[in-house]
């Protein structure tokens, strides 16, 4: 697809699940980002993958989470043992470059509700 | 570090009404600047970004924004709303480093009424 593509767009899962989020990024992006977004709340950067490197994941907020992009493509986000906090959508982003001040193109989410 | 924020959590205008959203950012290094819109159940889309050169942006959809360094403002505005126009507005600074990971404010609903 010529866009940045979510899987699943929604989920809900019981706490203490397990449940992973997939990204396909535009095909030939260099970059890829993960953000939180909680409801209400502005985007909140969690992890950039520069090809299939992971070079910042200062933002994953715990343990439980744990992203990859083994082959420099598609990436998949995962959370362990879900926990109601967690409730909130995850975007995914990429972009052409590494470059400060590049476009970056955003997913439409996966929107994840923990009950 | 860098951070942005975006008074007003929400902004009501008429239909044919001045839009402005303001953002405020602040940065140790010079920025680059983005305004992004979320409409509901959908991602972000970029309205215009500032990197270097002419502090007058223009974007998508009527939008420009003015980068002042003296106020690190990045303001948003169209002349004329459109019902088109309601949505979030999401003000981002470029993080430190090369990467280029955006840094968000809070947000601006906006609200216009016929």
């Known amino acids: 697809g010529a866009g940045v593509s979510q899987s699943p767009r929604y989920k809900v899962a019981k706490r203490g699940q397990d449940v992973a989020l997939r990204c396909d990024p535009i095909?030939?992006?260099?970059?890829l980002f993960w953000y939180q977004q909680a409801l209400g709340q502005g985007p909140e950067f969690l992890t950039y993958?520069?090809?299939?490197?992971?070079?910042?994941k200062s933002g994953l907020p715990s343990d439980r989470f744990f992203a990859e992009r083994p082959e420099g493509s598609v990436s998949t986000l995962k959370i362990q043992r879900t926990q109601q906090e967690d409730s909130a959508v995850y975007l995914c982003?990429?972009?052409?470059?590494?470059?400060?001040?590049?476009?970056?193109?955003f997913g439409e989410g996966s929107w994840l509700t923990v009950v | 570090a860098q951070s942005v924020t975006q008074l007003g959590s929400h902004v009501s205008v008429s239909e044919g009404a001045l839009v402005l959203l303001r953002c405020n950012y602040s940065s140790s290094v010079p920025p680059y600047l983005f305004w992004y819109v979320q409409y509901p159940n959908q991602g972000l889309q970029l309205l215009l970004k500032y990197t270097t050169g002419a502090t007058l942006v223009k974007g998508i959809n009527g939008f420009e924004a003015e980068f002042k360094k003296s106020e690190t403002s990045f303001h948003l505005t169209k002349p004329s709303a459109h019902m088109s126009d309601a949505a979030e507005y999401f003000c981002a600074v470029s993080g430190s480093g090369n990467t280029g990971k955006l840094i968000f404010g809070q947000g601006t609903t906006l609200q216009v009424k016929p």
């Open positions: 095909s030939g992006h260099v970059s």
């Open positions: 993958f520069q090809n299939e490197a992971q070079l910042d």
């Open positions: 982003a990429s972009s052409t470059g590494t470059a400060t001040g590049n476009t970056i193109y």
